[in-house]
């Protein structure tokens, strides 16, 4: 079963309204924004690190970049890294690399949603896929989710910029 389909299937289950938002490839979650002419700070990307020997989901808006000493004091470890592509493959053998949902709860993972994140009314992301996203309400993401929220950005960078 692909990612999309048990994206969908949860959402259902739940009765999350939620709108799918097809869209031409795109390989970064700036683009996304650019071809969906969404709001840059609706668009979450997915960003997977290795803490302490322990994988943990992190989700900010598209536009920010990962702190991962700040991830570091969130999570009470010293080392922290960027997943590799191989990782990501690994992990996430249902989605295309770099397009995994923010639902850390698919994998059995932690999830750190980014405080700024939670500040618009709605969320776009990628379904598994560069070519499909999904627009839900923040409160039901979180609701589905059940993260921990934290602040995990670095300095902002300027809205627009390549993710």
């Known amino acids: ?5 048990r994206l969908q299937n949860m959402l ?3 009765q999350i309204p939620y709108r799918m938002m097809p ?6 979650a700036g683009d996304t924004i650019k071809e969906l002419g969404m709001p840059a700070g609706t668009m979450a990307k997915t960003v997977i690190v290795n803490a302490g020997g322990q994988y943990v989901m992190l989700v900010l808006p598209a536009y920010e970049r990962v702190d991962l000493s700040k991830v570091s004091n969130v999570l009470g470890v010293t080392a922290v890294r960027l997943a590799t592509e191989g990782e990501l493959q690994r992990l996430f053998p249902d989605c295309e690399v770099g397009a ?7 994998y059995e993972m932690e999830e750190l949603v980014d405080h700024a ?5 709605e969320i776009v992301c990628e379904a598994g ?6 627009m839900l309400k923040t409160g039901d993401f979180m609701a ?5 929220i934290a ?8 809205v627009g910029a390549t993710a």
């Not at 994140?117 to 009314?121: G, L, S, V, Y």
């Open 144 to 148: 589905l989710a059940h993260p921990t």
């Open 12 to 14: 259902d289950q739940h």
């Open 100 to 106: 995994m949902p923010p639902f850390g709860n698919l």
């Open 23 to 28: 869209h031409a490839e795109t390989s970064r």
């Open 117 to 121: 994140m939670i500040q618009d009314r």
């Open 129 to 134: 896929t560069h070519r499909e996203a999904v």
């Open 151 to 158: 602040d995990v950005h670095a300095e902002a960078r300027a």
């Open 1 to 5: 079963m692909t990612m999309l389909t």
